[in-house]
């Protein structure tokens, strides 16, 4: 167990999802860098304070933590696009560079960390990182009410966004991917119409409603 630097704290994981990441480094046998050592993945966690060091937070806290470790001082953190910082650059990312959730204790800047209020669980607070890249291409695609939407990519995230469109106002949502074997659980989940490519120059209309 690292011990803590100021400024961050000691979480104990209760939740970590499975990203399609993490699916390609097990693959692979490695993460995004050389490690010395052992590599522990995973980016979507949550989890309990269990050493708050230096921060505000407290024992007992229920946090969720932000794997994009920016820097805060460029041009693109001063304008609010961490997310494209200069600094991380593909080289500091907790799970993929850094060791990341795939632990029972973790130790993190606790900038990133953030209190999960009561009436969200540990599971679904694991999923808040894929919520959030949804929420954000949504957020920006000019999306009006009782626009069509088509999403390319059926995985947890396409259907967030599905979700989050149909919220947003969009009057008709279509999911498409060529040999997707998650579709036809989908299609009985959510009112949405999917586009199965089987073939090249073959298209086959499922709908889930």
């Known amino acids: ?22 699916i390609h480094m ?21 989890g309990v304070v269990t050493n ?24 693109m953190c001063r304008v609010g696009l961490e997310h494209l910082c200069r600094f991380v650059d ?3 990312y907790v799970g993929f560079v850094c060791n990341g959730g795939y632990v029972q204790k973790f130790v993190g800047r606790a900038s990133n ?14 999923l808040i990182d894929p919520l959030m890249v949804a929420y954000h291409a949504v957020k920006h695609s000019g999306l009006r009410l009782n626009d069509k939407v088509l999403v390319v ?7 967030f966004m599905c979700d989050l469109a149909r919220k947003a106002g969009a009057s008709f949502v279509a999911m498409s991917k060529r040999h997707d074997i998650k579709t036809p659980q989908g299609a009985r989940a959510e009112p949405v119409r999917y586009l199965l490519r089987k073939q090249p120059g073959k298209r086959k209309a499922d709908d889930g409603g």
């Open 1 to 22: 167990m690292p011990e803590l630097k100021p400024g961050e704290l000691e979480i104990e994981v209760k939740a970590c999802g499975v990203c399609g990441s993490d």
């Open 26 to 46: 097990w693959k692979t046998g490695k993460g995004w860098a050389e490690q010395d050592g052992e590599f522990h993945m995973g980016h979507e966690f949550c």
């Open 52 to 75: 708050p060091g230096t921060s505000s937070f407290k024992v007992g806290d229920r946090v969720t933590f932000w794997a994009n470790l920016y820097c805060g001082e460029c041009d």
């Open 90 to 92: 593909g080289t500091n």
């Open 113 to 126: 960390a953030y209190k999960l209020p009561d009436t969200v669980s540990d599971v679904a607070a694991g």
């Open 153 to 159: 990519g059926t995985g947890i995230i396409g259907h």
